[in-house]
């Protein structure tokens, strides 16, 4: 076995340095630059989504292997949950698959900003992807009961969605 000496750890050093900047710009032209996609509200307002039905006072936007949204980064849903009242929880799930686990795909727990809840009242539950990473989304929501009605609970005060010429007293 022969020695390299210095130069040699030097020389893989080197080597080292220029293979990641090589993989560093290829990343960059690839489109990860942090301005890659637009999240901004108002080059994506909220799209109403009316198509679900809370059965049994919860609230699902689609089975875990039924029709999935479409969820790309910076998309925002303004769900009509339909349950009359301020859902208490709420849930969102992400696949990498337009139909959850119909076809041996999964569902898992978003976090961070993968799905941001930003806004729930009495109607909607907003939820927006604040990463720029494209998703298929489905929530669940539901232990809304009419009991402490008026209340906010941490939401804000108002509508979520649409038109409200009078803000809801706290």
Not at 96 to 116: R, Y
Request: aromatic letters at 8%; a negative charge; glycine letters at 16%.
């Amino acid at each position: 076995m022969r020695s390299q000496g210095a130069g040699g750890g030097a020389a893989r050093r080197s080597g080292w340095a220029a293979a990641c900047a090589v993989g560093a710009s290829a990343a960059l032209a690839a489109g990860c630059a942090p301005s890659r996609c637009d999240r901004s509200e108002s080059a994506n307002p909220p799209i109403e989504f009316t198509e679900a039905a809370p059965e049994g006072g919860v609230y699902e936007t689609s089975a875990p292997d039924g029709e999935l949204l479409y969820f790309p980064g910076g998309m925002r849903y303004a769900l009509k949950h339909g349950l009359g009242a301020r859902p208490r929880w709420w849930q969102v799930y992400l696949s990498f698959e337009s139909d959850g686990t119909k076809h041996g795909g999964t569902l898992a727990q978003a976090a961070g900003n993968q799905a941001e809840v930003t806004c729930v009242d009495d109607e909607h539950l907003i939820v927006m992807n604040y990463s720029c990473s494209e998703y298929w989304l489905r929530v669940v929501a539901g232990g809304a009961d009419g009991a402490d009605e008026g209340a906010t609970g941490g939401a804000v005060v108002g509508k979520c969605y649409g038109d409200d010429p009078e803000p809801a007293a706290p």
